[in-house]
């Protein structure tokens, strides 16, 4: 299904002659980072509405799967899973064989080696799907991203037939392994050392990994070395029963207590030569790659988060009563339930804008020559700005949204008996791991900069010439009223308020801007609301020209669409305003504050009875609906 999908999207939309990497001039939707300088039309996008009925069907046996095997349990069991409890480790691995009975432990494993062989977008579905997990989310997401996924990407044809199946049944259970006492947010810091025997048989590894997920059962662990005085780290298989290693007692959590999370020791740990993963010192960029590929699928996973914890806030608020009525019909509770839907909406609109054309580009790699893994690393790689983006704005939405949910439960939600303060614990490790949220903030904005002033690839310096023409069209009466005309105004003055700050920004400070984080953030979270507010508004313009589209929800949707920009129109202004009154001062600080109010119009809505208009929604159909 998948491989032929993308086969007839890409012969209906890519033509990969015009396609070339460092050409800046292609189709936005297929050049990461460029949607900030070009113009992405809404037919290029893919929208959630557009999942088959097999992709559907996917996601519910996830969710099925959850809900009968995790939810249920926890109910029945009157408590959560506790890794460092013996029975609860059983079951835990238990949960993993189920899931690998169902194919859920080889959804990114080629058919070939006896996994579903997903296409990226599906992969990401799943992601979301699983959230319904719970700490078990973690679990199978090191199991199908970060732990296998160097195998299926870097694997040799031995490596990949040897472990690939096991761990796509559930049998095996991979981790991966980067982080260091020393080398946390510094991955290339680690100091485990690998050392090739006289007789060139063997590596010995020497040395310490922290917070490993799945190490107290895998049975597969990918780790990363350094080779003697190599620079950078290379990539090992290492088994669970290879001589010198030692499996550290399971850590004590703030959450996700059903998560194995190890420390891993290895002294003079013998281990084949054969098992050297890829190239030697080419750890450090599998190490990234595998990280992008598994940033995308945690904001997906928090859209998932939001959207099951808004299933079980409706359900609470229309039982609970408080002053003779149901606290559901409280304008408070519907503000809440109205504000997660809605970015969990619009995030929604660019996780699946992005990992669609993550296929797409992978296969204009394939196209051009790559070999099948080749061309989906470097389709990810391709979108490691909006992956970052998208890590950070769905990790966010899912600890918002649990936070809210246990607002909206009150006492019952800081009880353990609902399960929603552990929703809420469980949450708030997606901003810490696959690179924290401040460091993947600043490599939006790296990234982003390096492509346009490095590399060329993206025409960064071109487009700043622009701004000055906009502005000026800002200071003329604007009177169009059609279609989306406001919308798409709004969503061109945040890309160039973000060219006019990083522009005065860089200017001002050169190469010592780097040393200005605070700056690089405000302009991250600029970054993040151009993509987010493009994403749904293309998403709405699509959904209209769609037939079969059922309009009272799509008119909902086109208001929560609106809302979502009315809020970024605060964000964006408020982190322009921070980065300016930082960096600059006098006259040009006045231009510069003035000029802000003048680059974004405000989307005019009433944003209370959007929100209520949302809560209804949600209400009338049991839960999230959109
Ligand atoms: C439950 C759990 C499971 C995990 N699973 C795995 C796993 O399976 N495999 C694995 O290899 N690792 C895993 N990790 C490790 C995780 O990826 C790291 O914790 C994370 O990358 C952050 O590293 P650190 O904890 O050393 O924090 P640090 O890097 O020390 O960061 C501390 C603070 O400093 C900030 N900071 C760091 N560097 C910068 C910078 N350059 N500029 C600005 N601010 C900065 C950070 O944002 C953070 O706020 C896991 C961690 C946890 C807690």
């Known amino acids: 299904m998948s491989k032929e999908t993308v086969d007839i999207a890409v012969a209906e939309k890519v ?16 050049k990461g980072g460029a949607f900030l300088v070009g113009t992405t039309s809404p037919e290029s996008i893919f929208v959630s509405e557009e999942w088959t009925e097999e992709q559907r069907m996917i996601a519910q046996t996830v969710i099925d799967f959850c809900v009968k095997e995790i939810q249920d349990a926890f109910f029945k069991r009157g408590r959560e899973l506790e890794i460092t409890k013996p029975e609860d480790k059983l079951e835990m691995l238990d949960l993993v064989k189920k899931a690998g009975e169902l194919g859920l432990c080889g959804v990114s494993i080629p058919e070939a080696y006896g996994g579903l062989g997903l296409d990226f977008n599906t992969g990401t579905y799943f992601s979301e799907a699983i959230a319904a997990g719970f700490s078990f989310a973690t679990t199978i997401g090191a199991q199908t991203s970060i732990g296998s996924l160097p195998i299926v ?8 037939q040897k472990y690939l199946p096991g761990i796509a049944s559930g049998e095996l259970i991979a981790s991966y392994a980067l982080t260091e006492p020393t080398a946390g947010s510094d991955a290339n810091a680690g100091k485990t050392k690998a050392t090739l025997t006289e007789d060139g048989k063997l590596y010995l590894l020497n040395g310490q990994k922290i917070w490993i997920t799945n ?34 007692a399971e850590e004590k959590k703030m959450g996700i207590k059903g998560s194995s999370t190890v420390q891993l020791f290895f002294d003079n740990c013998k281990v084949p030569v054969e098992n050297l993963l890829g190239e030697r010192q080419g750890g450090f960029r599998m ?17 998932g988060g939001a959207k099951f914890t808004v299933d079980r806030c409706v ?21 809440k339930i109205g504000d997660i839907t809605t970015k969990a909406f619009a995030i929604e609109s660019a996780v699946y804008r992005t990992g669609y054309n993550v296929d797409l580009k992978s296969e204009q790699f394939l196209a051009e020559g790559l070999s099948e893994g080749d061309a989906k690393l470097n389709g990810v790689r391709e979108f490691a700005v909006e992956c970052s983006i998208l890590k950070t704005k769905g990790s966010e939405l899912a600890c918002y949204a649990t936070d809210e949910g246990i607002q909206i439960h009150g006492g019952m939600g800081y009880a353990t008996e609902t399960g929603m303060e552990m929703a809420y614990r469980d949450a708030r490790i997606t901003k810490i791991y696959e690179g924290t949220n401040e460091v993947n903030r600043m490599l939006s904005v790296g990234e982003l900069t390096k492509r346009g002033l490095q590399t060329k690839e993206i025409d960064l310096i071109g487009a700043g010439k622009k701004v000055p023409g906009f502005i000026f069209s800002q200071f003329m009466p604007f009177k169009s009223k059609a279609g989306y005309a406001a919308e798409e105004r709004f969503v061109k003055g945040l890309k160039n308020l973000f060219l006019l700050i990083s522009g005065a920004v860089g200017k001002k400070l050169g190469k010592k801007m780097i040393e200005e984080q605070e700056i690089i953030l405000n302009l991250s979270d600029i970054l993040a609301e151009v993509y987010i507010c493009e994403s749904v508004l293309l998403k709405i313009q699509k959904l209209e020209k769609k ?22 129109h605060g964000i964006a202004s408020k982190a322009a305003r921070d980065a300016v009154n930082s960096f600059s001062e006098g006259l040009q600080r006045k231009i510069l504050l003035s000029l802000i109010r003048r680059m974004l119009n405000q989307v005019e809505i009433n944003p209370k009875e959007i929100r209520r208009k949302v809560a209804e929604m949600v209400y009338k159909n049991g839960g999230y609906c959109f």
Request: charge should be neutral; glycine fraction near 12%; avoid cysteine.
């Open 287 to 303: 190490a990234l790659n595998i990280l992008n590929t598994g940033r995308i699928k945690l904001g997906a996973g928090g859209v």
């Open 15 to 30: 033509d990969s002659s015009k396609i070339r990497r460092g050409n800046t001039n292609v189709n936005p939707s297929l």
């Open 215 to 248: 190490g107290g059962f895998a049975s597969v662990f990918v780790v990363f070395a350094k080779i003697g005085d190599d620079e950078d780290l290379s990539t090992f298989i290492v088994e669970k029963d290879f001589e010198g290693l030692t499996i550290g």
């Open 153 to 160: 990407f870097y694997g040799n044809e031995a490596q990949k």
């Open 547 to 568: 037939t079969g589209i059922d309009a009272e929800k799509l008119g909902v949707q086109k208001e929560m669409m609106r809302l979502y920009l009315y809020d970024a």
């Open 315 to 335: 359900k609470f608020a229309k039982e609970r009563k408080q002053f003779d009525q149901v606290i559901a019909d409280f304008g408070v509770i519907k503000h």
